[in-house]
């Protein structure tokens, strides 16, 4: 069986591991950077790494020798962290791993960090295809593999979910990491209410950070801060995650990164895939902060795929995105696929009863046991609200959408016309996707947004699409906001149809004709704010 050394450097820890393919254990060996202010220098970051990283490696191949003998003929290769992370860091690493690899004549592999991150949690947990959640300090990212590839169905568009703690904890004078000492103090703290923002499965951190600042300098009290920051973004992540699920159909989900050793965040994911009858594994926190033991296990993978580089073919890449890499160690093709609507469907909020002699569908809201019930009464009443509303706006558009029957906020519900014969996401086609983009042409003309354009918020026939589901959406005149609509659809068609790349073409020429090309144009500017763009 494969035995695989791993080294991991991206950013603040030093560390190295062998993964053995026959037992399935993994030693590691780990030096992580302390800096003396509050957030990490890219300087000191590789001046660690420079010190470090012989140290680590020097102490796991007298291990592999004391267990196995020679490296040389224990070992079958090397991976390394190739990115994405802090260029000088990476750097010490790969030409490391490139100079072990050499003397003892073994084949090389490169991998991505953010996927070591997800397939550890794969391996250990034993589940086939899940969702994962990256929840780590320069990233935030929901993750689904489909056609080969794992796909980013969501991911935040300004800041890590990290970086944003850090950010408030540097502002009222912490140390790094600031995670530990929010988590900390919230445990004495009462829910204050700041910005949550969530669009589609994508989401923003900086306004919820900026909000914190503003909440501390005006004598809200730290504890009250830290608690109101702890609901607020686990909660966007937890309903983004749900939200993945709901879209692709899977039912497991695995959590990996450095935030996810935060025992809220696991306790709210836990809480929602309860509720959802979905599996869920959060690896032990030495495999959730950056490590090289899954560096070692994906590199096993990659190794017996036989995905390996040349020297010449090594060179890191800080800004390597998940999304880029071909899975060759996966032989499925797709995450799952979501069931087709029957009598009782469960979306990623509510579920919906449909009574075909009636012509009826029955929505309800759910409370989420994952969030605070002063956020959640808030959100649901909200939501529900605005889906009546902009609901029939569009439908006086000329926008085809239900008719709205009733209508409770407090209690979360609705009653719709039952239109449609399936989702989009079961019966797509060029046809219904360019329909697609000429509804959202028309509402943005008018001033508002869906806010959720997922093929699941689609329902078709043999001659009509329709758009439900506006409980995201909102009135606005920013440019800005229309291109996200067309975002979040494109990621979800990205995720999930056989052939996304001619249906996004079709749906923007679409989109192009009936309405405003400065929307494309700031289209190209967000998909470019994607971490590591």
Request: charged share 25%.
């Amino acid at each position: 069986m494969t035995r695989v050394l791993g080294i991991e450097g991206t950013a603040w820890c030093a560390s190295a591991a062998v993964f053995d393919g026959a037992t399935g254990d993994v030693s590691i060996r780990s030096e992580a950077y302390q800096p003396d202010s509050g957030g990490i220098h890219p300087r000191e970051a590789a001046e660690h790494m420079r010190d470090a990283v012989p140290t680590v490696i020097g102490s796991i191949l007298e291990t592999i020798e004391a267990t196995h003998g020679d490296a040389a003929e224990a070992l079958d290769a090397v991976a390394f962290s190739r990115g994405p992370g802090l260029g000088p860091c990476l750097r010490i690493v790969g030409t490391a791993a490139r100079a072990l690899a050499g003397r003892l004549g073994l084949e090389l592999v490169g991998v991505n960090h953010m996927l070591a991150h997800l397939e550890i949690g794969r391996y250990r947990s034993g589940f086939d295809a899940p969702i994962c959640l990256n929840a780590s300090g320069a990233n935030a990212h929901v993750l689904g593999y489909h056609d080969g590839r794992y796909r980013v169905l969501g991911e935040t568009m300004d800041t890590g979910v990290g970086n944003a703690l850090d950010k408030f904890t540097r502002h009222v004078g912490w140390s790094h990491p600031g995670g530990p000492k929010i988590e900390s103090r919230a445990t004495a703290g009462e829910y204050v209410e700041l910005p949550y923002v969530v669009k589609g499965m994508d989401f923003s951190f900086s306004g919820i950070t900026s909000a914190a600042k503003a909440a501390y300098d005006d004598g809200v009290p730290i504890e009250d801060v830290c608690r109101g920051l702890e609901e607020t973004v686990f909660a966007m992540l937890a309903e983004v995650s749900e939200r993945a699920l709901s879209l692709t159909g899977a039912d497991e989900l695995v959590l990996g990164g450095g935030v996810g050793q935060n025992e809220r965040l696991r306790g709210m994911l836990d809480a929602m895939c309860a509720e959802r009858g979905a599996s869920f594994y959060a690896p032990d926190p030495e495999f959730l902060r950056d490590n090289a033991g899954m560096i070692a296990v994906l590199g096993a993978a990659m190794y017996d795929a036989g995905d390996t580089l040349s020297i010449d073919a090594s060179g890191v890449r800080p800004d390597f995105r998940p999304d880029e890499v071909d899975v060759t160690w996966r032989s499925e093709r797709t995450t799952a696929s979501p069931a087709p609507a029957d009598e009782r469907t469960q979306g990623a909020e509510a579920t919906v009863e449909l009574d075909a002699g009636a012509g009826r569908a029955f929505k309800r809201r759910h409370a989420k046991a994952y969030r605070h019930p002063e956020l959640d009464e808030r959100l649901r009443k909200r939501r529900t609200r605005t889906e009546a509303r902009l609901t029939s706006a569009a439908r006086r558009l000329g926008v085809p959408t239900p008719v709205v029957f009733d209508v409770d906020p407090p209690a979360g519900t609705l009653t719709f016309e039952l239109v449609g014969d399936a989702d989009l996401s079961d019966a797509v086609s060029a046809e219904r996707v360019g329909a697609v983009g000429r509804h959202l042409a028309r509402c943005h003309e008018a001033g508002f947004v869906h806010g959720d354009p997922t093929p699941r918020n689609v329902r078709v026939s043999e001659d009509r699409t329709w758009l439900i589901d506006f409980g995201l959406g909102y009135h606005t005149d920013a440019t800005e906001d229309y291109a996200m609509d067309l975002h979040v659809f494109e990621g979800a068609l990205a995720g999930t149809a056989a052939d996304p790349t001619a249906l996004i073409a079709g749906f923007e020429d679409a989109y192009a004709a009936a309405g405003d090309e400065a929307v494309l144009r700031r289209l190209r500017e967000i998909e470019r704010r994607g971490r590591y763009r």
